[in-house]
């Protein structure tokens, strides 16, 4: 699996969007890309995902470049509650690869009143 | 519904002893995932089943972890002859199918090896 590197710490005005980059050079054309967060002593919490277009849900959007070289997770009014660490992955399609999620040390979001 | 469980929530335990934790996927997810969390780093992946088997076993840090899954479902990792670096959070995660399905996870064990 591809390996992401993120900022290790950011912080966030209440209220504020809260944009969190990812990069991913190495991602290959089967590989999508997630977002994870963990909320300190309970297990991940999944945000969103993506191939290659842009995706929005009720939490979250998703930016992918168009090289898919590189992704942002945008928390559009962030609260307290968001913070939290958040994980950027990349997991390959197919069964015997779909256990290979390589999570990285993540981007400590701290949202600030 | 209920979410992916994960049993005992702690587990303390001396070195040399042999553990049994155990993750109960969501109910018609075919896919399951651990993964173990040491204090301050992120997940590592230790195995995944499709069904009751484990075509990626590649995560396993030693031949004293262990895991298998009966009739598609509970899942149990053992630990043999733990260690202190054995320490760590395991968490389990299922999915619908495996692939790019979302993961849904446990809240997860706390192993300690004293």
């Known amino acids: 699996d591809a390996k992401t590197t993120q900022p290790p710490s950011m912080d966030c005005a209440e209220g504020r969007a809260a944009n969190l980059p990812c990069n991913h050079s190495?991602?290959?054309?089967?590989?999508?890309v997630y977002w994870y967060r963990q909320i300190h002593s309970q297990g991940p919490q999944y945000i969103i995902h993506?191939?290659?277009n842009n995706e929005t849900n009720e939490m979250a959007s998703l930016i992918i470049t168009e090289d898919r070289k590189s992704s942002t997770l945008i928390l559009p009014h962030a609260t307290l509650r968001d913070t939290a660490v958040y994980y950027c992955?990349?997991?390959?399609?197919?069964?015997?690869?779909?256990?290979?999620?390589?999570f990285g040390d993540g981007t400590t979001l701290t949202v600030k009143p | 519904g209920a979410g992916v469980s994960q049993s005992p929530s702690n587990k303390v335990t001396e070195k040399g002893k042999d553990v049994e934790l155990r993750c109960d996927p969501i109910?018609?997810?075919?896919?399951l995932y651990w993964y173990r969390q040491s204090l301050g780093q992120g997940l590592e992946f230790l195995i995944y089943?499709?069904?009751?088997?484990?075509?990626?076993k590649s995560g396993l840090p030693s031949d004293r972890f262990s895991a298998e899954r009966t009739g598609g479902s509970v899942s149990t990792l053992t630990i043999q002859r733990t260690q202190q670096e054995d320490s760590a959070v395991y968490l389990c995660?299922?999915?619908?199918?495996?692939?790019?399905?979302?993961?849904?996870f446990g809240p997860g064990t706390r192993l300690t090896v004293l």
């Open positions: 109910s018609g997810h075919t896919a």
């Open positions: 190495t991602i290959s054309g089967n590989e999508y």
């Open positions: 992955i990349v997991r390959a399609s197919g069964v015997t690869n779909a256990g290979k999620s390589t």
């Open positions: 995660a299922s999915s619908l199918s495996p692939g790019p399905d979302t993961q849904y």
């Open positions: 993506g191939l290659k």
């Open positions: 089943f499709q069904g009751n088997s484990a075509p990626d």
